[in-house]
């Protein structure tokens, strides 16, 4: 079943089966978790428990109403995603005809604008086509304007009957607290896979340095290991945002606590930097810095 696939999550997985079982659902769902926590699964897993009629609350995977969701093709669940912005000024060129301003400047800043938010709106308030429900699963939702963010919310706040908007965050406080205040928030952890180990170790080794205040030269050799792969980079990050966040949970760390809040902080901050294209090398050498003192 769908849910099977979020391992590592049993807590998660419990939480989402009783509400679907339930019928108690509310109207906004933010899944938070690292880069490497499939939320989109999560949320797809919770899209077929709500609307699979075979195995109603559990979703059974081979229905055509679970294949749709699997293929993002269901009727019923709209599926957004950022995008550069030089992607959606093409994408206005095709409908609306050559603008002069995309000629000049170019941005590769990913994000959800406006009209994206606005669509996906206009769709929840039409009744739904193959059942009783609209859904819409928003990744990068990091990445939303504060515009769209804006009607999202009137929304949230007097949804259609049967709607469920489901945010896809890396972190929670990436969002407008309006927003996160009208949502149930859920936890999606990073499943325990052997491809992460290498990261994992890279991860152990650059908060150790840290914590010892190794010369910046040794932390560097460690930081070059990591490579220039994107999906390795975020691992190691992911991993390392872990580590700090189990010492937060440690009951010897009082004295702590705000070195602890302080490294996450500068984690994200470099995660953030390198997702808007920023120097790579720059960011994991200001974050080892930053965190160190």
């Known amino acids: 079943m769908s849910f099977d696939k979020l391992t590592g999550n049993d807590a998660l997985t419990k939480q989402l089966r009783g509400i679907a079982c339930s019928g108690n659902i509310h109207n906004g769902y933010i899944f938070e978790g690292p880069w490497t926590a499939d939320k989109l699964t999560a949320a797809k897993a919770f899209a077929k428990a709500v609307l699979c009629t075979v195995k109603p ?22 599926f957004v995603e950022a995008e550069n912005a030089d992607t959606q000024k093409a994408k206005e060129k095709a409908e609306f005809g050559e603008d002069p301003v995309f000629k000049k400047k170019k941005n590769s800043v990913k994000s959800i604008r406006d009209a994206k938010i606005e669509d996906v709106i206009g769709r929840l308030n039409k009744v739904p086509i193959e059942g009783d429900r609209n859904i819409a699963i928003i990744k990068d939702a990091d990445t939303i304007t504060l515009r769209a963010f804006n009607r999202l919310l009137k929304t949230l706040e007097e949804p259609h009957e049967g709607t469920i908007i489901m945010l896809l965050s890396e972190n929670i406080e990436n969002l407008p607290q309006t927003i996160v205040s009208r949502c149930v928030h859920l936890r999606v952890l990073p499943s325990d896979v052997p491809k992460n180990v290498k990261e994992k170790k890279l991860a152990d ?8 205040g190794e010369p910046y030269y040794l932390v560097k050799n460690t930081i070059e290991k990591i490579g220039n792969e994107k999906t390795e980079i975020y691992t190691v990050l992911d991993c390392m945002e872990g580590i700090y966040r189990e010492m937060l949970l440690s009951k010897d760390v009082k004295r702590d606590l705000e070195r602890l809040s302080r490294a996450i902080e500068m984690i994200e901050e470099a995660r953030d930097r390198i997702k808007r294209n920023r120097n790579t090398a720059y960011a994991l050498k200001s974050m080892a810095l930053r965190i160190g003192g």
Request: overall charge negative; some cysteine; aromatic content about 0%.
């Open 57 to 78: 609350g559990e979703g059974c995977d081979s229905c055509r109403i679970c294949r749709a969701i699997d293929d993002d093709a269901h009727m019923d669940v709209v």
């Open 205 to 212: 080794k650059l908060v150790a340095q840290i914590a010892e």
